[in-house]
Nanobody
Framework: QVQLVESGGGLVQAGGSLRLSCEAS????????MGWFRQAAGREREFVAY????????YHAVSVKGRFSISRDNAKNTVYLQMNSLKVEDAAVYYC?????????????????????WGQGTQVTVSS
């Protein structure tokens, strides 16, 4: 079992920055591929970013590419999502997720159902 706890959400003005953290416990996070997803009110959960277990492979959704950056510190059992140039449409509950499988090579890194463990989410609000 892996327990995931997100933090770092909050209220920010458009154009601002936030850094989300996802701390894992229960198992060594270095054995897990990690993803960030988000869900806005009334919308389906959508993929934001992926990082492989070693951190050597990352992938970002087109909507956030160039503005968001996923990273990880396996020594701290923590995955990060640096969000810059935030837009009003980025407002959502952000979730981190973990999978023991190499999702990039399986082509399923953007599918929520491919992940086994989820955090409770952290709210990001962007004001105009």
């Amino acid at each position: 079992q892996v327990q995931l706890v997100e933090s770092g959400g909050g209220l920010v003005q458009a154009g601002g920055s936030l850094r989300l953290s996802c701390e894992a416990s229960g198992r060594t996070v270095g054995n897990y591929a990690m993803g960030w997803f988000r869900q806005a009110a009334g919308r389906e959960r959508e993929f934001v970013a992926y990082i492989s277990a070693s951190g050597s492979i990352t992938y970002h959704a087109v909507s956030v590419k160039g503005r968001f950056s996923i990273s990880r510190d396996n020594a701290k059992n923590t995955v990060y999502l640096q969000m810059n140039s935030l837009k009003v449409e980025d407002a959502a509950v952000y979730y981190c997720a973990a999978s023991p499988e190499p999702l990039f090579y399986r082509g399923t890194y953007a599918a929520a159902e491919a992940y086994n463990y989820w955090g409770q989410g952290t709210q990001v609000t962007v004001s105009s």
